[in-house]
């Protein structure tokens, strides 16, 4: 790159070397945010730092002397300047103090430099033939890229500063000026949730087709905004009309089958009409568009977590996601779509309900019920999930609605068991159950 054009810094190049080079302990300070030789714009600041960085990894003490020797070695001394350019970075500087301000805008300068590299391949990927969206995400992706590469290492937490910052939590809790986490207002699973769904938590909510996984997400969800909270639903399987309708059914309990037919009864317009109004208040965000891309999950979370504070993120479902390409199996693209969704978590501070299909190996054993081996295609589900819930339908209960249980088989901040719900298919509700499922109870 032309040094008049990007980004650069000389004398902020130099005062670091020139620190490393006078003041030998000054470096280990860096250690949380290191910096790289590519950080450097210059080819001879570049060697001088790999220099510098390899002696200090070695435990070697680093001076002038010890840096042109290592440089001498391999045949590098002349590009990086020579002894004479060493001597005179190392009487440039005449203390440490402003080793950490030197340090950043060098990083700075590096990100910006690459911020044009990557506006140019852009370019160069915009002027090529082929479909647009591809170019798109293509584009997304060598962004995305960069601004993980970017991220400055923290410095690790000392467990006394973490148990200093949590007391405040804590006594807000006590206050009642907090919750421990966002109510499903399903009673039982907020108990053994500790309080809710909360940030950076994964729930894996798998069941086999047909049993109501979907219905659930969307009562959670409702639930869930109700008090407040922005959600956003990934449904790759139905449209947002068809989710419109189950969910009109549900705040008006209004029949589904007479939502759909358009055959509804006395009092039925009215009921519709009051949950259009209070879902319309509601801040849901449905995105219908099928087979997304890890990618394209990530963008729009990130857009929605910017733009309306979304605390949860929904998808339905995991099998249907695309994968980014290339030749591997599909168990292998499904885990890095699992991986992704908990590093997706933990970034954005939002909980990731996911939605799983199960194999059909529960339905050949005696009780039919699903074990967390069951989850289709990929073991990494089951590892990148904090909760697991599993879902398996037992009886008909005497109001009609449906015995449903839910097995906590997986649960890192909880208890472990079963959780008895009464799913009325026609309102598509849910609630709780006084069945005792706590030893397999039902049929």
């Known amino acids: 790159m032309d040094p008049q054009r990007v980004p650069f810094d000389e004398q902020a190049e130099q005062s670091v070397l020139g620190v490393a080079l006078s003041f030998s302990d000054a470096i280990d300070g860096m250690a949380g945010a290191p910096l790289k030789p590519e950080h450097f714009f210059r080819q001879a600041h570049r060697l001088i730092w790999a220099a510098i960085s390899a002696l200090s990894a070695q435990r070697v003490p680093v001076d002038v002397i010890a840096v042109n020797s290592h440089l001498v070695e391999r045949g590098q001394a002349e590009a990086a300047g020579g002894i004479a350019y060493l ?29 044009v590299e990557a506006a140019e391949a852009a370019q160069q990927i915009a002027l090529q033939p082929g479909d647009g969206l591809e170019k798109l995400e293509e584009v997304i992706s060598l962004f995305t890229a960069l601004q993980r590469s970017s991220g400055v290492a923290r410095e690790p937490v000392s467990i006394g500063d973490a148990l200093l910052q ?32 909360k940030p950076g938590m994964v729930l894996t909510l798998a069941a086999r087709p047909s049993v109501g996984k979907t219905s659930l997400a969307l009562q959670i969800l409702l639930n869930v905004a109700a008090d407040g909270e922005p959600v956003l639903l990934f449904s790759q399987e139905m449209l947002a009309g068809d989710l419109a309708d189950r969910a009109a059914s549900n705040l008006g309990r209004v029949n589904l089958g007479r939502v759909i037919t358009g055959k509804l009864a006395d009092g039925d317009w009215g009921r519709l009409s009051e949950a259009a109004e209070r879902g319309s208040r509601l801040p849901v965000y449905i995105d219908d568009r099928p087979a997304l891309s890890l990618l394209e999950l990530r963008a729009t979370a990130r857009h929605m977590k910017q733009a309306h504070g979304i605390k949860v993120v929904a998808v339905d479902y995991l099998q249907l996601c695309a994968s980014a390409g290339g030749k591997e199996s599909r168990h292998h693209q499904i885990e890095a779509i699992s991986r992704g ?10 909980c990731v309900l996911v ?26 589900i089951e590892e990148d999930a904090d909760t697991v819930m599993l879902l398996h339908p037992k009886d008909d209960l005497p109001d009609g609605s449906q015995l449903i249980a839910a097995i906590l088989a997986k ?11 009464a799913f009325q298919g026609g309102t598509q509700q849910w609630s709780e159950s006084t069945v005792d499922l706590s030893h397999g109870g039902g049929t």
């Open 87 to 115: 001597t005179a970075l190392a009487q440039s500087v005449p203390s440490s103090r402003n080793l950490q301000r030197y340090a950043q805008t060098v990083r700075d300068r590096a990100l910006r430099r690459s911020l």
């Open 166 to 197: 949590r007391s405040a939590h804590w006594e807000a809790l006590e206050n009642g000026t907090a919750l421990p986490g966002m109510p499903t207002h399903l009673p039982t699973l907020d108990s053994a949730l500790g309080g809710g769904l």
């Open 341 to 350: 969704l908990k590093q997706l978590a933990k970034e954005l501070s939002v």
């Open 355 to 380: 939605l799983s299909q199960i194999n059909r190996q529960a339905a050949n054993r005696a009780d039919g019920e699903p074990l967390l081996s069951d989850l289709k295609e990929s073991g990494a």
């Open 411 to 421: 649960n890192r901040q909880g208890r472990r068991g079963r959780i008895a719900l």
